[in-house]
């Protein structure tokens, strides 16, 4: 299917007027979602047999669909794990689309594959990974946690030789680990033992060695991978990983550590020390979306030894022998993670270093977490709100005195309804509080203390 060359012109312009106009926007607006049955009614029929025209269907995306969509980028943004990609990695995210490229094998897409690897030896560098430590982007954490640990599981049967092809794997994490570790478990068929946190949502060194001596043999048996978390996804804790490698070491089984959203703040002198340990890993995840100002979707996944993960990963039928040349090995990307077809969505966080230089990621990054500092003691000076734990990173959770669940929905409503921002509720020990996640260098301090100014506004419960 081709469009008439003029057509494509004037598509083209369109688009890339559209995306530049909306880049310039600073901030965006916030938007919000709305109920099926309107958007229906207000974009119409857009999938029919003769098409609606490009610029037609591009209207019904910027007048209709697009304002349905919160803005994840708008610095007050602060639910869940924003982002905030650089203009760099925004335009050149529209070149890695354009090209087209495959990212799955050295074959086609050795170029990208390239500057991937460059981006990944960063983040490998950040950690105190070794020099043949590499992996590969896939689409998030999820994915990147799923992979790590058939990787982990591989290693586990393959020293076993034959004898525990039958048996069910176990993976120990702490209680206060994402819920896509578990998930990966449940896709694996494996068990979860799970070490009870501590008072802040970390697993402690000492908290892991008691789960594990209360194993049984066979059970320890079974265990192929310790899961440690570098920042929790709701309190941005980063568990013992210290304890974590001492035990993963002596018991001679994987250490995976999901650095999902706070193990970007790698970049960061100011919190460096934090993460003493991860050098240890066997693999890691980084996801460059949450907190490495990259588009969605890009994880990154590193593995300490490449060669264990391309064992258990590459997929082998006639029509793939070509890429697998016995004269050198070629870093087939899809060889490092449970996909075959993949996007070299790599490539924006790639062209943003190039662009900018590490050290305004350094800058950056600070700038996050300085805010993130002040915005503690702002909930501490304010007279209806307590602060429930010092920030490690940069996620900032309190209570507003005196509200109920439905208050605090009711507040969260309201200040996304009326485009001043978006915070959600969660829960902290059984309580519902509220959390503010900050990764984009646009949020200020002057934006923490206007949403907690408005927490002493009544709002309908």
């Known amino acids: 299917m081709h469009l008439h060359d003029r057509s494509t ?26 109920p ?13 047999p003769g098409g609606i025209g490009g610029i037609e269907a591009l209207r019904v995306f910027g007048e209709v669909l697009a304002p349905a969509c919160i803005s994840v980028d708008h610095p007050r943004f602060l639910s869940f794990v924003p982002a905030a990609p650089t203009e760099a990695s925004i335009l050149f995210d529209l070149v890695v689309g ?10 086609e897409g050795a170029g990208a594959i390239f500057a991937e690897n460059e981006a990944l030896r960063w983040i490998a560098d950040l950690a105190g ?25 591989w290693r586990w049967r393959h020293r076993a030789g034959t004898s525990r092809d039958g048996d069910r794997g176990l993976v120990v994490t702490s209680s206060g680990a994402h819920s896509s570790v578990s998930q990966a478990a449940r896709v694996m068929d494996a068990d979860v033992v799970l070490v009870p946190a501590g008072a802040r949502g970390e697993m402690t060194g000492e908290a892991l060695a008691r ?13 192929f991978a310790i899961v440690a978390t570098a920042g929790t996804t709701n309190v941005g804790v980063i568990d013992d990983l210290v304890g974590a490698a001492d035990a993963a070491g002596a018991l001679g089984v994987w250490l995976h550590v999901d650095g999902a959203y706070g193990a970007a703040a790698l970049v960061a002198p100011s919190v ?59 870093w087939n990307a899809s060889d490092y993670a449970h996909h075959l077809s993949r996007r070299a969505r790599g490539l924006p966080l790639w062209f943003s270093l190039a662009t900018y230089g590490t050290d305004a990621y350094v800058v950056a990054m600070e700038r996050t977490l300085e805010v993130a500092r002040a915005a503690a003691r702002l909930v501490e000076e304010h007279p209806d709100t307590e602060l429930l734990m010092e920030p490690e990173l940069s996620i900032v959770i309190f209570r507003r005195v005196g509200w109920t669940p439905e208050r605090y929905q009711a507040w969260s409503d309201a200040e996304l309804e009326a485009g001043r921002a978006f915070v959600v509720p969660t829960r902290w020990n059984g309580e519902v509080v509220l959390r503010i996640c900050i ?8 934006d923490i203390a206007d ?11």
């Open 98 to 107: 354009a090209s087209n490229v495959y990212g799955g094998s050295w074959l």
């Open 36 to 48: 099926p049955q309107e958007l229906r009614a207000a974009a119409g029929a857009t999938i029919t």
């Open 272 to 330: 460096r020390d934090r993460f003493a340990g991860i050098e240890r890993a066997d693999s890691l995840i980084v996801d460059p979306h949450k907190w490495l100002f990259a588009p969605f979707d890009s994880c990154a996944l590193v593995y300490r030894d490449p060669a264990t993960a391309r064992a258990a990963h590459t997929q082998h039928a006639e029509y793939l022998e070509v890429l697998h040349d016995p004269a050198h090995e070629p």
């Open 129 to 153: 990974l070794p020099a043949e430590a590499g992996g590969v982007f896939v689409s998030g954490g999820t994915a990147g946690n799923l992979s790590a640990l058939v990787a982990a599981r």
């Open 211 to 223: 789960t594990l001596q209360h194993l049984d043999p066979v059970d320890r048996g079974r265990l």
């Open 451 to 461: 949403i907690l100014a408005s927490l002493a506004d009544p709002v309908a419960a």
């Open 9 to 34: 012109e004037v598509l083209t312009d369109a688009i890339l007027r559209y995306a530049v106009e909306r880049m310039r926007l600073d901030p965006p607006p916030l938007d919000h979602p709305v």
């Open 439 to 446: 990764v984009n260098p646009r949020t200020t301090v002057e």
